[in-house]
Every structure is written in structure tokens, then in C-alpha cells.
């Protein structure tokens, strides 16, 4: 008798201290947007070999193995970027320059939340070069996922960024076999995958330039098959990217209904389903979208209190932005 009251006194104990490691848990999760604190923040240095031609160095100390490093170069009227925690980059003019370095690390535990980590931070630099000797013409393009968080998606934008005397030819081969003449193609792969895609122009006075992708490491890395890549054009095109992939979300916490508000740089259909934190579908519904600003309710006055992620697709479940709300 005494041993079995000292076992549920003992299990008591257990179970109250895992209720209260459960509540700090989530009350760190709800008050930093973290399941777990997490260190990943963004420093970097760079050296300049007086030519236009930088070397940036994420510095990578205490960062979870398997982060992911990604570099958004801006200025003197292109936008351009690259991955990976060294990064190599050759400036085509001179100019003043904004270099971004994004970090970002993922881990979710479905099985159990509170090991979950969420990390992501960012910090920004000016660099000034000088000493760039311009070609008469170059090739040039940068390719971005279009999930900006999780870099999952099956859609890939490239920024064409080329120049030279008019009037440029392009050629554009896709690493499957196809090819377009286009300033600014779309392409469907028949198998998602990893490409290589190269870009080959030739302008008015015969000067000839070839650009090749070489990031398909990368894509391999994050998980981003590629399925559909539209080319678009530098400044004012990233622009519309990134708003088409910002969602606003309000009222959040939310009591009864949740409202998603967002850009859409085509017509087409989108799915949106509703994740517990245990990875279960507790909502789903589907929109037609029109080019331009959209609105999407969400009847969620059923859900239980607590966390849920809003999981935004294109067709064929290409997931384009993944959300987070509270009730």
C-alpha cells in the first residue's frame, strides 16, 4: 500500500512537470513564434579584390547543422543573389549595393511540438565597388524559389537580368531537352526534378554571352523540385514576386473567422488547408483567384484553441506560402 502511494505520488510529480514544461513550451511558442529557442543569427563578412569581384562569408558559428544560407543582392538597377554559407559574386557595374543574408533553419517534430524549431533572421550591408570594367554584353539571370520560407516549392522565378546593343537574342535551354527563343518564357517539366538551366544571347553588334544555373545542389538540398519556371524581368518584377507571395493575415489570435488577404500575378486556382500541431487536416477549402489583390475567410469558429498552420498551394499542390495563427 505504501509502495503504491509513493508510485503515484512519484508519477503525480512526472505528470505535473510535464504539464508545465508542455505550458512553457507553448507559451514560448505563442509569444515568440518559436517552439523551441533557437540561435541562427545572420552575420557575414566580405572581401573586395578591387575588380567587382566579392567573396561574403556567413559566419556559421553555434548555427544548426543543414541551415540554409540564402544572399539577395540589390542596386544599380538589378537584383540579383545566390546560396550557400560562401558566396562568390561578381558585380557586372560599378555602383553602391545592398547585400541581404537570410538564415533560416526548420525542424519539425510532428510527434512532439515542443521539439520543434523555427529560426530565421536576417541582416543587411552596403557595399560600394568600384573598378568593374563592363562588358559590351553578358548573360545573366538569377533563379528564386517562390516559397520564400521553406523554399519548397515547385515554382522557380528567374530574374533575367542580360544586357547588351540592341537587339538581343536569347536562347534559353531548360535541362530537359527544350529549348524557347523568348525574352521571358514559361516553362512545365513533365517530371519534377532538378534542372540546370542555361541562357545563351547574342546582341546587335554580334557580342555573344552564355549563363549557366549552376544552383541545382542547392534545390536538391531544400527539397525544391522543380515543376514550373517562369522568367520575368529584374527591379520592378521582384517587386510583384514577393508581393504575390506575402500574405496579410488577420485577426490573429482569431476567434471565429480568419481572413487572408493576398496578390496574384495570374489567374488560378489555390487550395488552402489548416494543420493542429499535430500535422492533422482540420480545414480545407479551394479559391479561383484573379490577377490582382484577393480576400479569403476561413469559418474557423469549430477549431479548438491553440496553434494552427495555413498551408497555401497553386495547382498541383505547389506550395507557395505557409502561415501561422493562434486561437
Known sequence: MTHNL?????????????????????????????????????????????????????????????????????GAGSYQGGYGSNYNHQFLANGTYSVKLV?????????????????????????????????????????FNADTVSQSSQTWYVINNSFGKPTITYLWEFGDGTTSTLEFPSHTYANPGHYDVCLTIKDGAGCTSKHCDTSSVHKMAVGGNMKYLKVVGNTASINKIQN????????????????????????????????????????????????????????????????????????????????????
Open 103 to 143: 538564415t533560416l533553419y526548420i525542424f519539425n517534430d510532428s510527434l512532439n511540438p515542443a521539439n520543434s524549431i523555427y529560426c530565421k533572421d536576417s541582416v543587411m550591408k552596403t557595399v560600394t565597388v568600384t573598378g568593374v570594367i563592363a562588358p559590351a554584353c553578358k548573360a545573366q539571370f538569377t533563379m
Open 6 to 74: 509513493k508510485t503515484k505520488i512519484k508519477m503525480k510529480k512526472f505528470t505535473n512537470y510535464k504539464l508545465s514544461y508542455l505550458f512553457s513550451a507553448l507559451l514560448l511558442m505563442l509569444l515568440t513564434g518559436k517552439i523551441v529557442a533557437a540561435n541562427c543569427t545572420a552575420s557575414f563578412t566580405y572581401t573586395n579584390n578591387a575588380t567587382g569581384k566579392f567573396n561574403f562569408v556567413a559566419n556559421t558559428s553555434g548555427h544548426y547543422a543543414g541551415t540554409n544560407y540564402t544572399w539577395l543582392i540589390s
Open 244 to 327: 504575390e507571395h506575402s500574405f496579410n493575415i488577420f485577426p490573429n489570435p482569431f476567434t471565429d473567422k480568419i481572413t487572408i488577404q493576398y496578390a496574384a500575378l495570374s489567374s488560378r486556382n489555390i487550395s488552402v488547408e489548416v494543420y493542429d500541431v499535430m500535422g492533422k487536416v482540420v480545414y480545407t477549402e479551394n479559391k479561383y483567384s484573379n490577377v490582382g489583390q484577393n480576400q479569403l475567410e476561413i469559418n474557423a469558429g469549430d477549431l479548438s484553441r491553440g496553434l494552427y498552420y495555413i498551408k497555401v498551394y497553386a495547382e498541383e499542390k505547389n506550395l507557395i506560402n505557409t502561415l501561422k495563427v493562434v486561437k
